[in-house]
C-alpha cells in the first residue's frame, strides 16, 4: 500500500532527475546549436548539428528512468530549443573577445583562455 510519504517521495525523486536531464540536455545543446549557427541554413551540417543530440537525449530519458510521460516534453523540448539558441547566440561573444572564430566552440573557448 503506498503512503502519502512514499508518493511525495517518488515525485520528489522524479522531478530532480527531470531537472538534472533538463539541465543536461540544455548544456548538451550548446556547442549544437554554435556549430549551427556557423553553417548555411538547411544545410546538411545544418540539419546534423540539430538532430545529432537526439539519440543521447533519448539516451538520457531511457537511463534515468524518466522514461517519455507527456509532462516530460515542455521541460526538455524547451531545454533542447533553448540550448540550441543560447550556443548560437555564442557567436557574437566569441566573435568579439577571441582573434580567431570557427565553428567548433571548444576549441574557440580555448583559443580565447590561451589568450
Known sequence: MLTVELLQSYKTVTMIKLLVITLSVFILNIPFGYWRGHVRKFSTQWFLAIHIPVPFIVALRLLSGLGFAWYTYLFLVGAFFLGQRFGSSLIRWVHLH??????????????????
Not at 565553428?103 to 574557440?108: E, F, I, M, P, T
Open 98 to 115: 577571441c582573434p580567431q572564430e570557427s565553428s567548433c566552440l571548444v576549441a574557440d573557448l580555448y583559443r580565447c583562455a590561451r589568450k
